[in-house]
Structures are given as C-alpha cells and as structure tokens.
C-alpha cells in the first residue's frame, strides 16, 4: 500500500515537473512552440470598431491566444509575457531579454517560436534576432495594422499564420521571418513600406520568402545575407549595447548634427544619406572629422529601396565612411551596434565587409 502511494506520489510529481518546464498540454505528435508577447497594436484596444484612436498593448497573450479558433490544433501552445508597450518603445535592454529567452527555448524541447509584436520597429527586432539567434529552428515575428478591438481586425489570422509556419519543418534554416497579411518575409529584407494599411510589410529588394494562406505555406527561396547559427555576433551575458545615432540628410542639411552626436556620446553614426547616401559637402567633412576620432560613420539611404554603391559618388576611403551596402539606416544601426560589440576599435575594411555580408 505505501509502495503504491509513494509510486503515485512519483508519478505526479514528475507529471507536475513536466507541466511546469513547457507549460505545454503536451500532444506528442504536435511540435511544442512558444508565443512571446511584447505587445503592438496585435494587443491594442479602442473604445470603437469603427473608430481609428486606439493604445498599443492592452491584451495579454493568454486572451489573443484564446481568440484565435483552432490555434491549438496547429501545436502545443505556451504564452510568456515579454513585455507589453508600443513598438515605438522597444528597446535595446527588450530586445536583449528576447534573445536570451529565445536561445533558452530552443535549446529546450521547444520546436520554434513567435513573437507578437508592434509594427513600427518589427523590422528591427527580426533584424537583430537575425544575427544573435543560435539556432536554425523557425522564429517568426508577427503582428497586426488594426487593433483587436477594430472591424476586421486582422490579428487572429496572422498569429494562426505565424504559429502555422513556426511549427513547420519546412520553415528551419530561413533566419528570423515576419509574417504577416499572408506573406512571409525575411529580418534582411523586409521593411515596413506604408503607415497604416495592412499591406505594410514588403521586400522590395528581393521579394517575399513565401506565403502562408489559413496555415498553408509555400516558400519561393532562401533568406539573403548570413544569419542566425553562422552568425559571428552573440549577445550572450551582454546588458547593453553602444549608443549609435541616426541622422536624416536632406537639401542644405547642415553638418552641426553630426558634431552634436559625436559630443552627445555616440560610438556611432548612421547616415540616411539622400539618393545613393549622399550629403552635403560640409556633412561629409563633419563625417571626416568623426572617424578620425574612431566614431564609425555609416552612409545609408533614405530611399526606401537599392544598395549603396561603395564607390559612387563618394570614395569611402578618403572620408572614413562605410556603406551599409542594402540596410536601411534602422537596420545598419543594429549591425554597427553588434559590431561595436564584438570588436570596438573595428577596422575601416572588416566593417565594409559586415555590411557586405549581412
Ligand atoms: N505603434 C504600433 C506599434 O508598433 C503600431 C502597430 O503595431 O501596428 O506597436
């Protein structure tokens, strides 16, 4: 009798154990994946469907979980609540959090994981997951234009795509993804094109990855530039990152910004150049000025779509500057970021290479 109950006794208690570690209601022919909430307008609320005034992060992940019919059939489920704020205040001490608990996860029985997320800086966080994941296992990032409150609000469709393409086999080796309006596209590639339609997310340089369509996915081809398990950058034990500031060129731009950042603390500088990263003369020899003190000066464009020659009409050699070759000044702010991580007094040439290769 006392053997019994002590074998019962076991039984629960490697039952509870097992809960507690997933907190999957585990289904062994389903993959385990793991939403983690941040917030957006995929957890907004307003006071109407019909109206356009709403705040950002208002559901918590169990609730828009809950909302979305046959989720639960796609794999075993566990929300964590990572944070809940707008994407306009994502930040770098979040983005850190992500990535640990992310490797955490995937070193664990977990198959692969979405996260829920504002649109304003969706591109960024999937950028810098991109290049500090260690695993090949799908991430995928999603979200929502219309909040959940709106007529025809599009969230629950594009958290049922997201859960569908991390659970699939498929989706390994393609780096951190964005799904979202039945597309799937690539952290390198993708770009937030259009303030408020649903249509915001594109990839005007190299296309969409793939499509999800109610959970039916195809892709065409592979991510461009390296990422995730041939990454060379890891955030392991880091807290924080270098500060690197972004200026916006435009006709007549004077160079005081640039000089106001070097005093303000910037380790670097990202340029959203005009055109192909061009500047007014007096900029570039602010720029000049800047690198000759070891501030790394990247020139990126603000046109939304093409790469930035290295030898246009600016010679890099002569001013210290970098291309950031086809990231969007946002994206080559992450880059220069992780780089200055890795190796502060980074030569000229290895971080030409960086933007060429990533
Ligand atoms: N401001 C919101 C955010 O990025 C917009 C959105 O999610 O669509 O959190």
Not at 2 to 23: E, P, S, W
Not at 40 to 46: L, S
Request: with cysteine; proline share 3%.
């Amino acid at each position: 009798m006392k053997k019994q109950l002590f074998i019962n006794y076991l039984l629960v208690a490697v039952l509870t154990m097992a809960i507690v570690q997933f907190g999957f209601s585990q289904n062994k022919d389903l993959p385990n994946i793991v939403i983690l909430a941040t917030g957006g307008t995929i957890a907004g609320a307003g006071e109407s469907s019909t109206g356009s005034s709403y705040t950002s992060g208002q559901v918590g992940i169990e609730a828009m979980i809950d909302a979305v019919p046959n989720i639960r059939k796609l794999a075993n489920l566990k929300g964590e609540q990572i944070s809940n704020v707008g994407s306009q205040d994502m930040s770098v001490k979040i983005w850190l959090d992500l990535a640990n608990r992310i490797n955490k996860l995937l070193t664990d029985d977990v198959d692969g994981i979405v996260i829920t997320h504002g649109t304003d800086t969706q591109e960024e966080t999937a950028y810098f997951l991109n290049l500090v994941v260690k695993s090949d296992k799908p991430v995928v990032l999603t979200g929502s234009m219309r909040p959940s409150t709106a007529l025809s609000a599009e969230g629950p469709l594009n958290l049922y795509n997201a859960v569908a393409v991390a659970a699939s086999q498929e989706a390994k080796e393609h780096g951190v993804m964005v799904v979202m309006n039945d597309e799937i596209h690539s952290a390198h590639a993708v770009k937030k094109m259009i303030t408020t339609p649903v249509q915001t997310f594109m990839s005007p340089q190299h296309g969409m990855l793939g499509t999800v369509i109610f959970g039916d996915i195809v892709f065409f081809h592979k991510p461009h530039g390296i990422h995730t398990v041939n990454s060379e950058f890891s955030v392991d034990g880091v807290t924080e990152l270098s500060r690197v500031d972004i200026v916006y060129a435009c006709a007549d731009m004077s160079p005081d910004l640039i000089d106001i950042m070097v005093k303000a603390g910037a380790k670097g500088i990202i340029i959203a150049g005009v055109g192909d990263a061009n500047m007014t003369e007096a900029t570039l020899e602010a720029a000049k000025k800047a690198t000759k003190k070891g501030i790394p000066v990247v020139r990126a464009s603000r046109v939304p779509v093409g790469a930035v020659l290295i030898h246009g009409e600016i010679n890099d050699e002569e001013y210290g500057t970098v291309s950031s070759d086809e990231l969007n000044p946002q994206k080559a702010r992450i880059l220069l970021m992780l780089a200055l991580q890795k190796d502060k007094d980074m030569s000229r040439e290895k971080l030409q290479e960086l933007f060429i290769n990533y």
